[in-house]
């Protein structure tokens, strides 16, 4: 949508208080509403245009710890009380609360087309359709599931843990595929175009995949265990956290193996970037940080910065609006704002 023509600069619509640290932030598909989930378990359902509060879900006992969109009318949740929750959006009530197979939920996802919402318990994924019917439980992993995603292209559902990275399909038991690694994968994000699947792991590196053939490019000298991962739209270049610098991977050509890749400076050398988002349809690049910093790129100009916020808090979620005009952004001590571009 924004090309370099001029400078984005980011402008606060509005800006309230929640009751505590931010874990989760999300835009309606709609673009109407907010959902912004705090740590201690309350959800805010908040008005994207006035940042008018609207309803307060109660959310999950001991925590909520992800919240997905099944659509416009409905919110689900999940959290420490092992549960995944339907919201009802127009009045706030609960619709369906359902038993996810471990003690607690680490992750929810909800297929592109939004007919499948899975989730990630313990060693247990579990797929359940829009309704909140059970279709499946997939073969437990050999640890902890860090993270699940779902691809481009192909109805497929990624998922994570100590050991390697699973590839489902909805209709399947066993995986489809299958990558193969000795060590913790922490995140997961597939490039637009399917050709890569790059991880975040435990040991400070950034692993790209060859989605076609199973190789795997191995990034090293990040300072710290790396989690945020974010793709441009055009599957050029890879943004990661892992530090207090943005670093960039140009994965265009014979891809990013050999190359140096850019160094994006201007938080706090003391905090650590929590947050990257790319624009759907755009340029921009959106960093956040626990300094409270948010800052705009333009990776494919250079290394400059082209737009700058600050708030109280350490900066923890950053979305984008499905028309890429505004982002939302959430802080560790319950800030909740929208600025436009």
Not at 201 to 206: E, L, P, R, Y
Request: charged share 20%; glycine share 12%; proline share 4%.
């Amino acid at each position: 949508m924004f090309g370099v023509t001029r400078k984005p600069r980011l402008k606060k619509k509005w800006e309230g208080m929640l009751s505590d640290h931010i874990i989760a932030l999300l835009w309606s598909p709609d673009g109407l509403l907010i959902a912004a989930a705090s740590v201690s378990g309350p959800v805010a359902l908040i008005d994207a245009a006035s940042g008018k509060l609207l309803h307060i879900l109660s959310g999950h006992g001991f925590g909520t710890t992800s919240i997905a969109w099944m659509d416009n009318s409905t919110l689900a949740s999940a959290g420490q009380d092992g549960l995944v929750r339907f919201w009802d959006v127009a009045s706030g009530g609960e619709k369906l609360a359902l038993d996810a197979g471990a003690k607690w939920v680490e992750r929810l996802a909800v297929s592109p087309c939004g007919s499948y919402l899975a989730s990630a318990s313990g060693k247990k994924v579990r797929l359940w359709d829009k309704k909140g019917t059970h279709i499946r439980d997939y073969p437990d992993q050999g640890s902890t599931i860090t993270d699940i995603v779902w691809g481009p292209g192909r109805l497929e559902l990624t998922s994570s843990a100590y050991g390697g990275i699973r590839v489902w399909s909805p209709s399947k038991n066993e995986p489809v595929r299958e990558f193969n690694w000795k060590g913790s994968v922490l995140r997961l994000a597939w490039s637009p175009d399917g050709k890569y699947l790059a991880t975040g792991d435990q040991d400070s590196t950034v692993h790209f995949w060859i989605g076609a053939t199973g190789q795997d490019l191995h990034m090293f000298g990040y300072p710290m265990k790396v989690r945020e991962l974010a793709w441009d739209r055009d599957s050029r270049f890879l943004a990661t956290g892992g530090g207090s610098q943005v670093t960039v991977w140009d994965c265009s050509g014979k891809g990013p193996e050999g190359t140096t890749p850019l160094q994006l400076t201007g938080h706090d050398e003391s905090a650590n970037v929590n947050v990257l988002a790319y624009q759907r349809n755009g340029n921009i690049l959106v960093s956040g940080a626990g300094d409270g910093k948010v800052l705009l790129w333009c990776p494919v100009e250079g290394v400059r910065i082209q737009g700058k916020a600050n708030l109280s808090g350490g900066v923890t979620q950053i979305v984008w609006s499905q028309d890429d005009s505004h982002i939302a952004v959430g802080t560790d001590v319950g800030e909740v704002a929208v600025y436009s571009i």
